[in-house]
């Protein structure tokens, strides 16, 4: 139990062109997701907390415009990266939270995104 | 701020050779410590949760124990497919939030 998908894996796209990431809970329903950065070699960074139905929070220093987060259900949660650039290029990783739990995080298995 | 500290940063077993990775943190009303294992390339697998000073728990050739300032991860007899990065993250008490540590990479050599 507790599986968490990702698609798509792995995404190449050209500078300027937007990015949608999807994290789906497969066999439990989600009231909050996770969304994380990981740097080669560093641990996960905390990007942001979507919450289904409401807006999700953003870490400070990430820019919510530029990372547009959608909770809008219990097992889907995406992340648009618009108008990707180089330095944007990370492996991004999605967690879940079991719905009425408050601490175990489950981890998708992770999008690596190049921008060219 | 919640801060975790994880030693050592790298660590190279022979095959059976048993030893312990360290987790020291600092948080404000600890609601959970959470032990993942991460391989290249993937997203953190779930090892343990745990919630108070005193508490273990064991999988397999893993166990988990906390204090009120650190958790070890003991490894018994390791084997290969055991190498990974280990990572250690805690929730304070009321936040949804968790930090994470920068992880112990384990090398276990046949």
């Known amino acids: 139990g507790a599986v968490v998908s990702q698609h798509p894996s792995r995404v190449i796209c050209k500078s300027g062109t937007s990015v949608k990431i999807e994290c789906r809970s497969l066999?439990?329903?989600?009231?909050?997701m996770f969304w994380y950065r990981q740097f080669p070699k560093q641990s996960l960074m905390l990007m942001a907390t979507?919450?289904?139905?409401?807006?999700?929070?953003?870490e400070q220093g990430v820019e919510k415009d530029k990372f547009l987060i959608n909770h809008a259900s219990l097992t889907l949660s995406t992340l648009t990266v618009t108008s990707a650039h180089p330095e944007d290029s990370s492996f991004y990783i999605c967690?879940?939270?079991?719905?009425?739990?408050?601490?175990?995080?489950?981890f998708g298995p992770g999008t690596r995104l190049l921008v060219l | 701020e919640d801060q975790v500290t994880q030693s050592p940063e790298a660590l190279r077993l022979q095959e059976g050779e048993s030893s312990s990775l360290n987790c020291s943190y600092t948080?404000?009303?600890?609601?959970?410590l959470f032990w993942y294992r991460q391989d290249p390339g993937k997203g953190p697998e779930f090892l343990f949760t745990l919630y108070s000073a005193g508490e273990e728990k064991e999988k397999e050739r893993l166990k988990a124990t906390l204090t009120k300032k650190e958790s070890f991860l003991h490894i018994t007899a390791p084997k290969p497919e055991d190498s990974a990065t280990y990572l250690c993250a805690v929730q304070r008490g009321g936040y949804q939030k968790v930090t994470f540590g920068t992880g112990t990479k384990l090398q276990v050599i046949p």
């Open positions: 979507s919450n289904e139905g409401s807006k999700a929070t953003y």
């Open positions: 967690s879940a939270r079991v719905a009425g739990s408050q601490e175990t995080q489950y």
């Open positions: 948080v404000s009303g600890l609601r959970g």
């Open positions: 066999d439990f329903q989600a009231t909050t």
